[in-house]
């Protein structure tokens, strides 16, 4: 077997940006609340528990799923995700390993900021953003999807080639969620776009795709049933 025999996909847990630039951007503030870097921001209370709830599913799971290979992003939020669930699970589980290519959609310029913000600093960048739609805008020193897409891609190539015919769990972000389904199931930005239409990645959402036909198949996609309500 050349793949993966299972890829199980976890978003992280609601963290303090999920929760203030929503909140900023619905008031038109020009602050959210938060400052330093997007990697460093941390998990919610409800973020934590959402965690937990992800080390309940792994502490169910039958031994032959067990994961025998972990990936997160570096970003604190994904890392704390894996931790907290890890010890949750109660289980005996693989240290993780962290990959710089499972960072989220780096924004550049624009890290960190409300929209009012950005339409006050860089007031040509919502029209630039709006004139080739959002999959193929690319901030100003940061990222388009197809940039997230390339590096998911070599992420998988290693990953394939590294850990084939095991099971691997990735901790990390909704755009790395979204450009893991495009290179694998090799949608189109329509495609692409279908699936953000039907809902966002949730927060601690897991995906699966079963790799036992030698290929990766999707076997489930931002599911959250281990959730409380």
Do not use: C, K
Not at 123 to 151: I, S
Request: glycine residues 8%.
């Amino acid at each position: 077997m050349d793949v993966v025999a299972e890829l199980v996909l976890i978003r992280h847990g609601q963290s303090a940006s999920n929760v203030a630039f929503p909140e900023a951007d619905a008031a038109g503030l020009l602050e959210s609340g938060l400052s330093g870097r997007d990697a460093d921001v941390a998990l919610t209370r409800w973020g934590v528990e959402q965690a937990r709830a992800v080390g309940a599913w792994l502490a169910a799971l039958p031994s032959a799923r067990v994961p025998q290979v972990v990936v997160t992003s570096p970003y604190v939020r994904a890392r704390e995700t894996w931790r907290i669930a890890a010890e949750a699970s109660g289980r005996e589980l693989p240290a993780p390993a962290t990959d710089d290519r499972l960072v989220d959609r780096l924004l550049g310029d624009l890290e960190m900021l409300t929209r009012a913000a950005v339409a006050q600093r860089f007031p040509d960048e919502p029209g630039r953003r709006a004139a080739v739609g959002e999959y193929r805008y690319r901030p100003p020193n940061g990222e388009a999807f197809e940039d997230v897409a390339a590096r998911v891609a070599a992420f998988l190539d290693d990953l394939h080639r590294e850990h084939a015919g095991r099971r691997v769990v990735v901790v990390a972000h909704d755009s790395v969620v979204l450009m893991m389904r495009f290179v694998i199931e090799g949608l189109d930005w329509d495609g692409v776009a279908a699936v953000a239409d039907a809902g966002p990645v949730r927060n601690a959402s897991i995906t699966r795709f079963d790799g036992s036909s030698g290929r990766l198949v999707l076997a489930g996609y931002n599911t959250v049933d281990h959730l409380a309500p």
